[in-house]
């Protein structure tokens, strides 16, 4: 045993928690990929949402033109409710795909601190994210199914996992 030197490059022991870590990292991604799609879906409906509302408004101000009639009041007003709706609706669905957007990208990011046992504040707010993320979307989109239920996962794993090698006298923090 004598002249055994250990050098300082060498990763970090293995811990009790590494199971966690590389669990919470591998839903992360699975969580990610999971969201990509909607989170491009949410963006793009909103925008088709608020664009024709816009078109509405034109398409009929042509309309009355075309057919020399003016719409009365009551259906001008209907119509200035619709589509103002349909732009806050649209306002909606684009807000929560950027946050879906943010939730892939802090899950892979997160997902490799928990890999590497660095960053343990960011993988934190990863996962407090991808909680949020899904929370949000069963409450006010999509209703609860096993999807969210995989992101609700990942994201309380990474919170325990980084608590693991957060902790003081631990590999990194």
Do not use: C, H, W
């Amino acid at each position: 045993m004598v002249g055994l030197k250990i050098s300082r490059a060498a990763p970090p022991p293995q811990t009790k928690e590494s199971p966690l870590r590389i669990a919470a990292g591998v839903i992360l991604i699975l969580t990610a990929v999971l969201n990509l799609i909607p989170a491009l879906g949410y963006l793009a409906g909103g925008a088709v949402a608020s664009a024709g509302s816009a078109a509405i408004e034109q398409a009929a101000a042509e309309a009355e033109k075309k057919g020399g009639t003016e719409m009365s009041a009551d259906d001008k007003a209907k119509l200035a409710e619709a589509t103002k709706a349909m732009e806050g609706g649209g306002g909606g669905l684009m807000g929560y795909g950027i946050l879906v957007l943010l939730s892939v990208v802090t899950d892979i990011v997160g997902a490799v601190f928990l890999f590497t046992q660095k960053k343990a504040k960011f993988v934190m707010v990863a996962g407090g994210i991808a909680i949020l993320v899904e929370v949000v979307g069963a409450a006010a989109f999509t209703g609860f199914g096993i999807f969210k239920l995989v992101g609700i996962i990942g994201g309380a794993l990474a919170l325990l996992a980084a608590k693991g090698f957060a902790a003081p006298g631990s590999a990194s923090a």
